[in-house]
Structures are given as structure tokens and as C-alpha cells.
């Protein structure tokens, strides 16, 4: 399984921003997708994630402003991302996998990683 991120770029404070990942080839085992961030000199941390039965989880820090989706039909995960702050730079990674309850909120559970993609918030 290879994921190929996209949407990420340069956009002010206040802004939107949608990074999708698109999924190539498949295992039947995968049963959630997360996206995480990490900014310079910050371990990686939780943004969403969501279980293709629909139960997703956020940051505290994105709770209400980003929305976590996936497009069966296109095999793509989004991030719908609004009222962008500069603390949300970062470079922001899509993966999949099948975490066990213990860890669907942790990277350990998604076997599989998007390169990531830059979002950059000015001020």
C-alpha cells in the first residue's frame, strides 16, 4: 500500500486548507486512517483519525475546526482543515492501518505513511 498526500501549501491565518491521500493498492486488513502533524523540533502528534466505520477522533487543538473524511469511491482520506492558526505548521502525514483500540489515536497503529505534505500559516 502506497499513500500519496497532497493539498498542503502556504495560506494566512483565519484560512482553509483540504490535504487529501490517495491510497494505491490495497489490504483487506486496513480498517482506519489518521492524519498526524509534526512541526520543527516536535515529536509527531494525533490530528485525526477515523475507523472506516465512521468513528474519528481529534486533537484537542483541531477539535471542531478540522474534519477527518474518506472517499471510498476515490480510496482518498481528507483533511478538511478551517481557521488555520500559525501553531498548525507543520508537515502533515496520512496513514492506514488497523490499530487495536490501545492505539487508534497513536502513530504505532497505522502500518502504512503518506510523505507528507507542508502546511505553512502566516500570521
Known amino acids: 500500500v502506497q499513500l500519496q498526500a497532497s493539498g498542503g501549501g502556504l495560506v494566512q491565518a483565519g484560512g482553509s486548507l483540504r490535504l487529501s491521500c490517495t491510497s494505491s493498492?490495497?489490504?483487506?486488513?486496513?480498517?482506519?486512517a489518521g492524519w498526524y502533524r509534526q512541526a520543527p523540533g516536535k515529536q509527531r502528534e494525533l490530528v485525526a483519525t477515523?475507523?472506516?466505520?465512521?468513528?474519528?477522533n481529534y486533537s484537542d487543538s483541531v477539535k471542531g475546526l478540522f474534519t477527518i473524511s474518506r472517499d471510498k469511491s476515490k480510496n482518498t482520506e481528507n483533511l478538511q482543515m478551517s481557521s488555520l492558526k500559525p501553531e498548525d505548521t507543520a508537515v502533515y502525514y496520512c496513514?492506514?492501518?488497523?490499530?487495536?483500540?490501545?492505539?487508534?489515536?497513536?502513530?504505532?497503529?497505522?502500518?502504512?505513511w503518506g510523505q507528507g505534505t507542508q502546511v505553512t500559516v502566516s500570521s
Open positions: 493498492g490495497s489490504e483487506e486488513s486496513i480498517n482506519a
Open positions: 496513514a492506514v492501518g488497523r490499530p487495536i483500540l490501545s492505539t487508534i489515536r497513536s502513530p504505532l497503529g497505522y502500518r502504512y
Open positions: 477515523s475507523t472506516y466505520g465512521g468513528t474519528t
